[in-house]
């Protein structure tokens, strides 16, 4: 909640003053990555984002880049416009994840480096 509220459960208090997080090889899979896109929808002042040695796997990287670029059609026209360095180097993520992750860079224009320095699965 504190990134990006809880939706229309919200109290409204979202961190302003946030700009880095680190959130490294803390255990967060999937459905962690899905909240966590969720609130950075919202949040206009994180603007790097460290999810390296993390279980994010394709699944997570797509709620990723649905933040970052939308979704085409689907988009709610909720991206995130202020992330400039995202960090997702080991976080197991394939082909399916990496073709979201690019789709969603060609279309967001905030984002300066996107790491994910690992082999494909």
Do not use: F
């Not at 206009?44 to 390296?52: C, F, I, N």
């Amino acid at each position: 909640e504190m990134l990006g509220g809880n939706g229309a459960e919200s109290s409204g208090t979202v961190n302003t003053n946030l700009e880095h997080v680190n959130l490294s090889d803390c255990r967060i899979g999937p459905v962690g990555a899905q909240h966590l896109a969720q609130a950075l929808c919202v949040n206009t002042s994180v603007k790097t984002l460290k999810l390296s040695y993390n279980r994010l796997g394709d699944e997570g990287a797509k709620a990723l880049a649905e933040m970052l670029g939308g979704n085409g059609a689907e988009s709610s026209g909720t991206v995130n416009t202020t992330l400039e360095h995202v960090d997702l180097s080991d976080c197991n993520i394939g082909t399916v994840g990496a073709q979201h992750l690019a789709q969603a860079l060609c279309v967001n224009t905030s984002v300066k480096t996107l790491g994910t320095i690992e082999k494909l699965n």
